[in-house]
């Protein structure tokens, strides 16, 4: 999209006049300035991803869009977690954060806060193997794509 | 040399060929007025409520193609527009305007007058435009000109800080513009053009279903060449009529709630739709589920995201209606391929006897002022040359079925939007843009309350409109709804105290008239005729429980029609 202020309230209002979900959207500035690129998860049926498809090509700031689920394509996602961490649950953590290609970033003598970098799914997967009540705040970034391969935006 | 944004501004719409400006001074916008002032060229038409300066432009833009122009100040400047900007998104019109903002440097603080105006209009309109640096002013007011104007056209709102209005920057106006963002499709995709004409021939049973996409894209000649190249049926949407001549013999009548029955008839046994800018709207196709069961469905537009939104179709087609349907004449005529003569020739058979039921033929004998006799009159009278704005309800409809067009940009009426206080400020910009033209204007007595005020913008301007009032002392179409899914419960519909619009329109400086008895109808309409450079207010005393038939009811297929 255009790198222009408001462009980010056209797609969320988009999103919400129609009526659309959005699971998740994220924005940043690209390799060009005057761009930036969002990547928006949303669901529906086939005909409702059309129209989304349709009605997101046809705001002005739009410059590409691309379904990347049609194709190969790479998600990633951050996610900060913080637990509470004492006694026997410290090394429990720990190596859940290995297994999960987690890392923890800060610590204190009651809490772990652990980040994790990986699709959705898995994201959701750690955090559904942590007790709930041992959770003490979770921040996650939103999906961000990319298509696998050689193949860009630009192509 | 160096301009100020207010100067800039005035230029840029001179160069855009801009003749009329609609608009309401304030705080914001004076250094707009002031450079207003100091030049002949763009001519700013005072209104008498912001509403009536957004109706005005987008009357002027439908009745010439053109985009319209509206100038209001911040805060209560802009939310009023916003009625009209809303309207005319709905209907796809070109349309410019631009608000007053306060300082940059106030925005955000509840400074006075101050709204966010782009947040306002951001799902109403085309695209906006929030202007920080004068040196982008000229750019993007060709940009905003070119996007109302060109694929699927709409309003574009500018937002103008007062500060920008008074700062300086060289003035250049682009002449091209290109938007990597943004690059309608115009022609259409040849091959599926040729399926498209291919299923056309092989129709037993076809139509011509075509919109106010036709008259946006200017396509009624073509419409028209195709058509009779075929000798198919053409119906058209309330956007639509004009756009193929209402008094050909091939044609239809409108189609959806308030259709003919032999239009939705016809559409509902068709075999070959053939959907022309036109977007499926539910008051067209009645309940989905039961629409046009047995057809393959053409449809050509302009904006995918019309395409399938309602009714998945077979064969979509993206780009403007001339393009197209050039294509398609060319086709068919290179072609050795014709349609089937005898399966047609039984297609007008069935057709004719639709035609039979005389679906709008109306009680004569009632001793009462019929409307539908109004609007017979208004189209005999006016040789069905005028251009007929509308406000919304029962009038709107009647003047739908009942006046005859024959050319595109003479019907003017909020469709999408269905806004009340329409008719008169339209009637304004059409008047404008067509001096010596009748403009009549079709209302009711609630819907000319809503911008009645527009009487003194008339007369100010000696714009000699004919308001034609069918006043049945009802919000009718309300009571209609009421009479037949309410039991007759006419909560709120009875329009009470009403003004005298003799008296009223006597007042503003015009002609009054009021007309009681079924036999003054045809001379009154007359008399008002020959009043060439007046405003004359047309009192109809109608009958007040008068009907829309046919009608389609809430949840019905297009053959379930209630009729008279
Ligand atoms: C009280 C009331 C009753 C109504 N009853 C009826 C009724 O009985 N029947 C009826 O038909 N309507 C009725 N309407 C109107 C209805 O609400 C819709 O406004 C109307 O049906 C839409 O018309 P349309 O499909 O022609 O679309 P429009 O709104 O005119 O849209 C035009 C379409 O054409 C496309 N287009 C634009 N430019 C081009 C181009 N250059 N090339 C190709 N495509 C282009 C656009 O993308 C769009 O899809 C009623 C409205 C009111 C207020
Ligand atoms: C601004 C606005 N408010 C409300 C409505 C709902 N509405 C549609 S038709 C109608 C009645 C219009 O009455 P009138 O102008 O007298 O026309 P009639 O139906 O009697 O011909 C109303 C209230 C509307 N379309 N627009
Ligand atoms: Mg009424």
């Known amino acids: 999209m255009e790198n222009e202020a408001g462009a980010l309230s056209r797609v969320a209002g988009l999103f919400s006049a129609r009526g659309y979900n959005i699971e998740s959207l994220t924005v940043a500035p690209t390799e060009d300035p005057s761009l930036s690129r969002m990547t928006v998860v949303t669901s529906g049926s086939e005909e409702i991803i059309e129209q989304i498809t349709k009605q997101l090509n046809k705001l002005i700031d739009v410059v590409k869009l691309v379904n990347l689920s049609e194709d190969e394509h790479i998600e990633r996602e951050m996610a900060l977690i913080k637990v509470k961490a004492v006694g026997e649950a410290r090394e429990e953590y720990k190596r859940l954060a290995d297994i999960f290609n987690g890392r923890i970033i800060d610590v204190t003598e009651a809490s772990y806060t652990i980040e994790l970098t990986d699709s959705g799914d898995r994201i959701v997967e750690f955090i559904a193997a942590i007790n709930a009540d041992q959770i003490i705040e979770i921040v996650r970034s939103g999906v961000s794509g990319i298509a696998r391969g050689e193949k860009s935006l630009h192509s | 040399m160096e301009l100020t944004g207010a100067e800039i501004l005035v230029r840029s719409l001179k160069e855009e060929g801009v003749k009329h400006l609609f608009g309401y001074p304030g705080g914001a916008v004076l250094h707009i007025y002031d450079a207003l002032y100091q030049q002949e060229d763009v001519k700013h038409v005072l209104v008498r409520h912001e509403q009536a300066a957004t109706h005005a432009a987008d009357g002027y833009a439908r009745s010439t193609g053109k985009a319209g122009v509206a100038l209001v100040t911040s805060g209560p400047g802009a939310t009023n527009a916003v009625t009209g900007i809303a309207t005319a998104y709905m209907d796809s019109i070109p349309m410019v305007v631009i608000t007053g903002q306060v300082f940059t440097n106030m925005i955000g603080n509840d400074a006075f007058q101050e709204v966010d105006s782009i947040g306002i209009t951001r799902p109403c309109v085309k695209h906006n435009f929030l202007v920080k640096d004068v040196a982008d002013l000229a750019e993007t007011i060709k940009k905003a000109f070119y996007i109302a104007t060109t694929g699927r056209p709409g309003p574009v709102v500018i937002d103008l800080p007062k500060d920008v209005t008074a700062a300086k920057a060289e003035f250049n106006y682009p002449k091209e513009i290109s938007m990597r963002s943004y690059n309608p499709v115009v022609e259409g995709h040849i091959g599926q053009i040729k399926r498209a004409v291919t299923m056309m021939l092989s129709a037993r049973r076809p139509i011509f279903y075509t919109g106010g996409g036709v008259v946006l894209g200017r396509g009624a000649a073509e419409l028209t060449e195709l058509a009779q190249q075929l000798n198919y049926p053409v119906t058209n949407t309330l956007m639509g009529l004009g756009a193929y001549p209402a008094t050909d013999k091939q044609f239809l009548g409108m189609l959806g709630m308030h259709g003919t029955y032999e239009a939705n008839m016809t559409m509902h046994h068709c075999d070959?739709?053939?959907?022309?800018?036109?977007?499926?709207?539910?008051?067209?196709?009645g309940n989905i589920e039961k629409f046009c069961p047995h057809a393959k469905i053409i449809h050509v537009d302009i904006d995918p995201s019309s395409i399938s939104k309602n009714v998945k179709v077979d064969v979509p087609?993206?780009?403007?209606?001339?393009?197209?349907?050039?294509?398609?004449?060319?086709?068919?005529?290179?072609?050795?391929?014709?349609?089937?003569?005898?399966?047609?020739?039984?297609?007008?058979?069935?057709?004719?006897?639709?035609?039979?039921?005389?679906?709008?033929?109306?009680?004569?004998?009632?001793?009462?002022?019929?409307?539908?006799?109004?609007?017979?009159?208004?189209?005999?009278e006016t040789n069905g040359d005028a251009y007929v704005t509308s406000d919304v309800g029962q009038h709107q409809m009647w003047a739908a079925q009942y006046y005859k067009f024959d050319k595109p940009y003479r019907w003017i009426n909020s469709g999408g939007l269905g806004t009340m206080g329409f008719g008169l400020p339209a009637a304004m910009g059409v008047q404008f843009a067509h001096p010596d033209a009748t403009v009549a204007c079709v209302t009711g007595e609630g819907s000319i309350q809503m911008c009645i005020q527009e009487l003194s913008t008339c007369l100010q301007y000696s714009l000699p409109i004919k308001i034609v009032a069918l006043n049945n002392r009802y919000l009718g179409m309300v009571r209609q709804w009421q009479e037949f899914f309410y039991d007759g419960r006419y909560a709120m519909s009875y329009m009470d105290a009403l003004p005298d619009f003799v008296k009223l329109a006597e007042s503003y400086g015009h002609v009054g008239m009021r007309i009681e008895n079924p036999a003054d109808v045809d001379g009154a309409m007359e008399e008002a005729m020959k009043l060439k450079d007046r405003l004359v207010f047309m009192d109809f005393v109608t009958d007040s429980e008068e009907n829309v038939y046919p009608m389609i009811p809430a949840g019905a297929g297009l053959n379930e029609m209630i009729l008279v």
């Open chain 2, 272 to 285: 070959v739709l053939i959907a022309i800018g036109a977007r499926f709207d539910d008051r067209v196709t």
């Open chain 2, 317 to 380: 087609i993206v780009g403007s209606v001339t393009n197209v349907l050039q294509e398609m004449i060319a086709m068919l005529k290179e072609g050795d391929k014709k349609p089937d003569e005898q399966a047609i020739g039984d297609w007008w058979k069935q057709i004719t006897e639709w035609r039979g039921a005389d679906c709008l033929k109306y009680d004569t004998e009632s001793g009462k002022v019929k409307p539908q006799q109004v609007i017979e009159a208004l189209y005999r």
